[in-house]
């Protein structure tokens, strides 16, 4: 099974910017599709946004759109989360996810990484 590592978490304050990594083991990471998730302490996990194995397709969440955006380097192995303009509602543990199933990725994806905590303080 992939794993997958989060980095680029932190804390910055209302209106920053922050770039979080996933870096995948497996050589097939260019046949995954991959999500971001996020998570706050008493609450479920949250879809944030999603990327097709080629890149070409993309899905966000209403509350992050036109503020993040996802990417991938297949070459790298590693996908990204671009965040712009946080918000103290933007606080939580990010997670990277995996599957190949893209009626999956945006739900219930096959793995999961360990997260990566951001904190957006006003």
């Known amino acids: 099974q992939v794993q997958l590592v989060e980095s680029g978490g932190g804390s910055v304050q209302t209106g920053d910017s922050l770039r979080l990594a996933c870096v995948a083991s497996?050589?097939?990471?260019?046949?995954?599709?991959m999500a971001w998730f996020r998570q706050t302490p008493g609450k479920e996990r949250e879809f944030v946004a999603a990327?097709?194995?080629?890149?070409?397709?993309?899905s966000y969440t209403d509350s992050v759109q036109g503020r993040f955006t996802i990417f991938r380097n297949n070459a790298r192995k590693t996908l990204y989360l671009q965040m712009n303009g946080l918000q103290p509602e933007d606080t939580a543990t990010y997670y990277c996810?995996?599957?190949?199933?893209?009626?999956?990725?945006?739900?219930?994806?096959?793995?999961w990484g360990q997260g990566t905590l951001v904190t957006v303080s006003s």
């Open positions: 996810a995996a599957d190949m199933n893209w009626g999956r990725i945006t739900a219930n994806p096959e793995a």
């Open positions: 497996t050589h097939f990471f260019p046949d995954y599709n």
């Open positions: 990327i097709s194995w080629s890149g070409d397709g993309t």
